[in-house]
């Protein structure tokens, strides 16, 4: 086939060995992997995530407070259409990534996930620059959430009564031990944490559609009135249609950072049992969950509260919990009371999931930057439960910084840092969509068919360069409104320098670290006939076979679940 096997591509390759089932410490299909006479036994993440699990951790990456509180933001810079436009296409981009990164995981899970296929398909450099720039967000973006989380307590507990320190400590040491557990553990929390935000968000499109078509105390039948009056497009910087472009495009970013963390499934990869299964369903189903919980939620709280509401333009000003979210100012418009507390108690549900998550990603990914020899081997180490303790003990210590978010006067700078770490959601994004067109490229060269894949993009490579330009035109104008001259912006109307730093200082770091490791390591990008697409396939290939016959055997040719769960609820799990 062409393959030129590379020495330094075992590190990155042999991620995966077949299992001898039977044994005790568990891994693919509850049995641990038979290594590699080179591979360390201590360095091996366990396959404990189950099918039910991984889809409902890629449903709970993709619902977060963006969606219930984001998009009142975004409603109130620009109407009901423009979120509309918004979400649905950014929505579609999504898809368009998830699907790139299915592809390749579907073809070769191995455990460093889409920072392992983008230093084996591409380029090394640029395996490294997004392993640690994915890193450095989410040792930024969990304290965050653990901030987010005591200021939602805050909703019952006054600041003045307990300080938010002493929640934010309470929910580092959950967060530590449910991910210290153990994958199966993290599994099934998450499984159950994700399940609360589907019906949570379930609930809230039936009380919108109810409220719709004047079903609440009001009794007042809104339908499409408010895209007349006040309109269905706000301008914003502008009159006429240079106004309603740019309130547009403002609602583009708000819907871009409302959808980052979807790629969490590609984190999973190499923990998930019989991964060319459920990744592939995973992916598929991606679709139909961002028509459904994100356009659909838009759509109805578009009809619902107008841009221009006064309750609407308070929870604008708001910073987190019930008070902000754009569903209570339905509620409120409609005349309900005393749901917000509930929501609230839901959206502290939200975040503290989001935290979870976010120290698991930000724990598997400095593993994996250590698997790959781009980080301190010690961060590969894991234990007998598969758990890369170094790697989660330095990623939690870096979570400690939460602490210094209790006092005000370090509120503006760690704001700073957040927007700094956004873009670099937007750079993975990119990064996978690029290590997509550079395997798809890499297998037609070296004669691997579509049928032998697991699953295919259905968009193909036409897919996969639609979303690359949309993400880099996102990526480059995302903070358009520094350029803008706003009266009333602190500063005046001059250039808002400390936000343009803050909002673009990602992209230079971006590629400092790409051309600076090219430089330093005198590496190359691989060409298509270069690209491993081989070293650990037939060991997973061996896994696979090893796993379903062990699923046939303990199933004794019997199907899961009855009628009614196979044909309208495994849909969902």
């Known amino acids: 086939m062409g393959l030129i096997h590379r020495k330094n591509a075992d590190s990155c390759s042999d991620d995966l060995q077949p299992p001898p089932f039977g044994d005790e410490k568990t891994s693919f299909g509850g049995a641990q992997a038979v290594l590699d006479p080179h591979e360390d036994p201590d360095t091996q993440l366990h396959r404990g995530l189950k099918s039910r699990q991984i889809t409902m951790i890629a449903i709970g990456g993709a619902i977060g407070t963006g969606l219930i509180i984001g998009t009142g933001s975004a409603l109130a810079k620009a109407g009901p259409l423009s979120i509309l436009i918004s979400y649905s296409i950014v929505g579609f981009i999504v898809y368009m990534v998830m699907c790139a990164l299915g592809e390749m995981a579907a073809y070769l899970p191995i455990q460093s996930g889409f920072t392992g296929y983008a230093a084996r398909f591409c380029d090394p450099a640029l395996g490294f620059s997004l392993g640690y720039t994915y890193w450095f967000k989410y040792i930024i973006v969990t304290p965050n959430q653990l901030t987010a989380a005591a200021l939602v307590i805050q909703y019952w507990v006054p600041r003045e009564k307990v300080n938010p320190g002493v929640f934010i400590a309470i929910f580092l040491v959950v967060i530590i031990l449910i991910n210290y557990l153990g994958i199966r553990y993290f599994g099934e929390i998450e499984f159950w944490l994700s399940s609360v935000k589907i019906l949570t968000i379930v609930g809230l499109l039936i009380l919108s559609l109810v409220l719709v078509l004047g079903g609440g105390p009001d009794h007042d039948r809104k339908g499409f009135r408010y895209w007349k009056d006040p309109g269905a497009m706000k301008t914003l910087y502008g009159t006429g249609d240079k106004g309603r472009f740019l309130g547009l495009w403002?609602?583009?970013?708000?819907?871009?950072?409302?959808?980052?963390?979807?790629?969490?499934?590609?984190?999973?990869?190499?923990?998930?049992?019989?991964?060319?299964?459920?990744?592939?369903?995973?992916?598929?189903?991606?679709?139909?969950?961002?028509?459904?919980?994100?356009?659909?939620?838009?759509?109805?709280?578009?009809?619902?509260?107008?841009?221009?509401?006064?309750?609407?333009?308070?929870?604008?000003?708001?910073?987190?919990?019930?008070?902000?979210?754009?569903?209570?100012?339905?509620?409120?418009?409609?005349?309900?009371?005393?749901?917000?507390?509930?929501?609230?108690?839901?959206?502290?549900?939200?975040?503290?999931?989001?935290?979870?998550?976010?120290?698991?990603?930000?724990?598997?990914?400095?593993?994996?930057?250590?698997?790959?020899?781009?980080?301190?081997?010690?961060?590969?180490?894991?234990?007998?439960?598969?758990?890369?303790?170094?790697?989660?003990?330095?990623?939690?210590?870096?979570?400690?910084?939460?602490?210094?978010?209790?006092?005000?006067?370090?509120?503006?700078?760690?704001?700073?840092?957040?927007?700094?770490?956004?873009?670099?959601?937007?750079?993975?994004?990119?990064?996978?969509?690029?290590?997509?067109?550079?395997?798809?490229?890499?297998?037609?060269?070296?004669?691997?068919?579509?049928?032998?894949?697991?699953?295919?993009?259905?968009?193909?490579?036409?897919?996969?360069?639609f979303a690359l330009v949309f993400c880099i035109v996102i990526a480059l104008f995302k903070n358009f409104d520094v350029f803008v001259r706003v009266p009333g912006r602190e500063g005046g109307e001059r250039f808002d320098y400390i936000n343009f730093i803050t909002g673009y200082l990602g992209i230079p770091l971006y590629l400092i670290m790409i051309f600076g490791y090219k430089f330093i390591s005198h590496s190359k990008g691989w060409t298509p006939l270069e690209a491993d697409l081989v070293t650990g396939k037939e060991a997973i290939d061996r896994e696979e076979e090893e796993f379903l016959a062990n699923k046939a055997a303990t199933q004794d040719g019997r199907r899961s679940g009855g009628w009614f769960y196979r044909h309208f609820v495994a849909w969902l799990f």
């Open 250 to 465: 403002s609602t583009f970013v708000t819907a871009t950072f409302a959808y980052l963390g979807t790629e969490l499934v590609g984190v999973t990869v190499g923990e998930a049992q019989n991964p060319r299964r459920v990744i592939p369903r995973a992916i598929k189903l991606t679709f139909w969950r961002i028509v459904v919980f994100y356009v659909l939620s838009v759509l109805l709280i578009g009809m619902l509260v107008p841009y221009n509401s006064k309750a609407l333009s308070f929870a604008t000003k708001q910073t987190t919990g019930a008070s902000a979210s754009p569903f209570v100012v339905a509620m409120i418009e409609s005349g309900i009371t005393g749901l917000p507390g509930f929501l609230n108690a839901c959206i502290l549900i939200f975040v503290f999931s989001a935290a979870n998550s976010d120290l698991y990603i930000a724990t598997r990914t400095l593993y994996g930057l250590a698997k790959e020899g781009n980080s301190h081997r010690i961060f590969a180490r894991t234990d007998r439960r598969g758990v890369p303790i170094y790697a989660l003990g330095l990623s939690a210590a870096i979570a400690c910084i939460a602490f210094l978010n209790v006092a005000d006067d370090s509120k503006k700078v760690f704001g700073y840092f957040v927007n700094l770490v956004t873009i670099f959601g937007l750079l993975t994004w990119i990064s996978i969509l690029v290590t997509h067109i550079y395997f798809v490229r890499a297998r037609r060269a070296q004669g691997v068919e579509k049928h032998q894949l697991a699953y295919t993009a259905p968009f193909g490579l036409p897919g996969t360069y």
